[in-house]
């Protein structure tokens, strides 16, 4: 069991900066890759952003060059840097982990969610 605790979401006005964080607990053992993903009202769940515990990352073509992803594996902690904030980046955006293991088995763990609301 692992638990995903989300902090560092508010308001802000376009082109101000967020760091979100994300602090992972419980049976961290097989932690692998942490991520972020984000949803808007009305509109399907998306990846933002995702980086591997060797520090490899991804992100979707919207927020390159705006958004940072990286993480302290000692604290089991990843965040994301996020500038040059606009409007269309309002959403929920939730934490995301997996646990996974020599015989292939995976687990997924989400967070709680924080809410990233950017006014024009």
């Known amino acids: 069991q692992v638990q995903l605790v989300e902090s560092g979401g508010g308001l802000v006005q376009a082109g101000g900066s967020l760091r979100l964080s994300c602090a992972a607990s419980?049976?961290?053992?097989?932690?692998?890759?942490m991520g972020w993903y984000r949803q808007a009202p009305g509109k399907q769940r998306e990846l933002v952003a995702a980086?591997?515990?060797?520090?490899?990352?991804t992100y979707t073509d919207s927020v390159k060059g705006r958004f940072t992803i990286s993480r302290d594996n000692a604290k089991n902690t990843v965040y994301l840097q996020m500038n040059s904030l606009k409007p269309e980046d309002t959403a929920v955006y939730y934490c995301?982990?997996?646990?996974?293991?020599?015989?292939?088995?995976?687990?997924?763990?989400w967070g709680q969610g924080t809410q990233v609301t950017v006014s024009s």
């Open positions: 995301h982990a997996d646990r996974r293991f020599s015989d292939n088995t995976s687990y997924y763990y």
């Open positions: 419980g049976s961290i053992f097989g932690l692998n890759a």
């Open positions: 980086i591997t515990a060797g520090g490899i990352t």
